[in-house]
């Protein structure tokens, strides 16, 4: 595969500025999480929002899909919300005599699941092949998803009752988990004084195109990989699996997620390889969500991110 060249990558990083520029006309700091949000689009995957509500989780999306001019769609899931509601249905239309395709929110190109983790999980299976193969079979019929195509789901981590965990299957299709968290202080009052008159969301203009982000995205799988880099990015899914602390581990997706994903994260700075600190730093944020603890680490108080990072200090990285 050609390597990408230093224009391409200049122009990656432009666009990326553009949108992280605009978007921040809306949501006040969170650069970290604006980064994560680019990285997945570039990489074509979703996202899994963990937060409290009120953080700016909806309207990180919003305007994420401004900026880009795409569609969006928000569902708000609940026990009562059907399949159908997310993918559409076909009825029979009396006036023309045939069935005829009510398409759902899902064809979108960018779609808020909002508390996913509160519809039954006959409800959050409906979102698998849509996000796995951007397709979406009803009837019988494949019809395709228009791209760039974006899920990002949300959920409480606090509030669980009445709440149905998304299986090791579903989350698995997340590329990336991450959370927003509370502003700082000064964060914070600087959001109460731009949305005093208004709500610049509602101002918010395209800075990028879509047939932009499809070029992107094929442009930041040339971003070169040396073999002891991937070599490392194996040796840490593989430690995954083998600590006595973890249950379940990461899968070869998790691998091609933390490829790719550092991939993109060396494009958005400019550079056309990657860095081991690329991989160190998108290790967590992948993986995590991809791990299971064993009952005995949970009672110890131990979590996910406590044991990506004891894996990155326990693996050394390559030095080129």
């Known amino acids: 595969m050609e390597q990408i060249g230093a224009d391409k990558v200049a122009e990656i990083r432009r666009i990326a500025d ?15 999480m604006l980064e994560l949000l680019l990285t997945a689009l570039l990489c074509e ?17 919003r305007a994420l899909a401004a900026s880009l001019g795409c569609s969006f769609q928000r569902i708000q899931f609940t026990p009562d919300l059907l399949p159908s509601d997310v993918t559409g249905l076909s009825f029979f239309n009396q006036k023309v005599s045939e069935f005829q ?12 699941a909002d508390e996913i983790n509160r519809a039954t999980p006959r409800t959050q299976s409906s979102l698998l092949e849509a996000m796995q193969e951007r397709t979406v079979t009803i009837d019988g019929e494949t019809r395709r998803l228009q791209r760039p195509f974006l899920v990002i789901a949300t959920q409480n981590p606090v509030e669980l009752e009445g709440t149905f ?4 299957a579903q989350l698995d299709r997340f590329l990336i988990r991450l959370g927003i968290g509370y502003p700082t202080r000064d964060e914070e009052e600087a959001i109460l004084t731009r949305f005093e008159q208004h709500n610049p ?49 990461a899968s070869p997706r998790g691998s091609l997620a933390l ?11 400019g550079r056309s ?48």
Request: aromatic fraction near 4%.
């Open 101 to 112: 395709f009510r398409p759902g929110p899902i064809f979108a190109q960018i779609v808020l």
């Open 18 to 32: 553009l949108a992280r520029e605009n978007i921040g006309r809306v949501i006040v700091g969170k650069e970290s």
């Open 273 to 320: 390889f990657v860095l081991p600190d690329d991989v160190k730093l998108m290790a967590e944020p992948v993986l995590g969500h991809r791990m299971i603890l064993t009952a005995e680490a949970r009672l110890r108080g131990r979590t996910t991110t406590d044991l990506v990072d004891q894996i990155l200090n326990q693996i050394p990285a390559p030095v080129e």
């Open 201 to 249: 969301l509602n101002d918010l203009q395209q800075v990028i195109s879509a047939a932009e982000i499809l070029q992107l995205q094929a442009d930041v799988r040339t971003v070169a990989v040396s073999d002891l880099l991937r070599r490392y990015i194996v040796e840490i899914v593989r430690a995954t699996r083998n600590s006595g602390e973890i249950e379940l581990g």
């Open 259 to 269: 490829y790719q994903t550092s991939q993109a994260r060396a494009a958005l700075r």
């Open 45 to 61: 995957g979703h996202v899994l929002l963990e937060d409290v509500p009120g953080t700016g989780k909806t309207t990180a999306a």
């Open 165 to 168: 965990p998304l299986p090791e």
